[in-house]
T-cell receptor, first 111, second 111 residues
Framework: GGIITQTPKFLIGQEGQKLTLKCQQN?????MYWYRQDSGKGLRLIYY???????QKGDLSEGYDASREKKSSFSLTVTSAQKNEMAVFLC??????????FGPGTRLTVL | GEKVEQHESTLSVREGDSAVINCTYT??????FPWYKQEAGKSLHFVID?????DRKQSQRLIVLLDKKAKRFSLHITATQPEDSAIYFC??????????FGAGTRLKVIA
């Protein structure tokens, strides 16, 4: 079995701040994803990476940057945090177009 | 782009009864339809999926039906148990690596 870890678990930022979220997986999966989950809503895809050195925009990429540093890690940067923003950011990985394995999430609050 | 509608936002069933959650999608090219479960305070985990080359799949108490003509798929949970209480998300993959998720159905199994 494997595991996905996300750091930090809770992130509190100030308006306009640049914030970075990190994700690590030891499944040896090629494909990794970043999603945003707002309360009462489904997941929205921010960025994904099919293989190491690949980066693809999802439907919600504006305001975010991503980086696939190596096969096991995928980072997400909020380029300028929005006041009163509250959401959970979920990282996932998969073998190709198959079931995704999700991390525990990073809960973001912007003051 | 693809749109996914998850028809039931909440669903209550008595323990032992069946629960049915329905999703519809818009893109006829969609080919992979996974379902995920999110228990209170936890992240998502995969429960069952179906691909477009079949119209029915069963895994223990879970059955997924796919109607490609109607662009509809459904999750049937038979003989429900209290531990089935959770939020269930349908998702659609259109053939690339992007997924669109439904808004989620909160299932409550009443003892």
């Amino acid at each position: 079995g494997g595991i996905i870890t996300q750091t930090p678990k809770f992130l509190i930022g100030q308006e306009g701040q640049k914030l970075t979220l990190k994700c690590q997986q030891n499944f040896n999966h090629d494909t990794m994803y970043w999603y945003r989950q707002d309360s009462g809503k489904g997941l929205r895809l921010i960025y994904y990476s099919i293989t190491e050195n690949d980066l693809q925009k999802g439907d919600l990429s504006e305001g975010y940057d991503a980086s696939r540093e190596k096969k096991s890690s995928f980072s997400l940067t909020v380029t300028s945090a929005q006041k009163n923003e509250m959401a959970v950011f979920l990282c996932a990985s998969s073998v190709g177009k198959n079931e995704q394995y999700f991390g525990p999430g990073t809960r973001l609050t912007v003051l | 782009g693809e749109k996914v509608e998850q028809h039931e936002s909440t669903l209550s069933v008595r323990e032992g009864d069946s629960a049915v959650i329905n999703c519809t999608y818009t893109d006829t090219a969609s080919s992979y339809f996974p379902w995920y479960k999110q228990e209170a305070g936890k992240s998502l985990h995969f429960v069952i999926d179906i691909r477009s080359n079949v119209d029915r799949k069963q895994s223990q108490r879970l059955i997924v039906l796919l109607d490609k003509k109607a662009k509809r798929f459904s999750l049937h949970i038979t003989a429900t148990q209290p531990e089935d209480s959770a939020i269930y998300f349908c998702a659609v993959n259109t053939g690339n690596y992007k997924y669109v998720f439904g808004a989620g159905t909160r299932l409550k199994v009443i003892a």
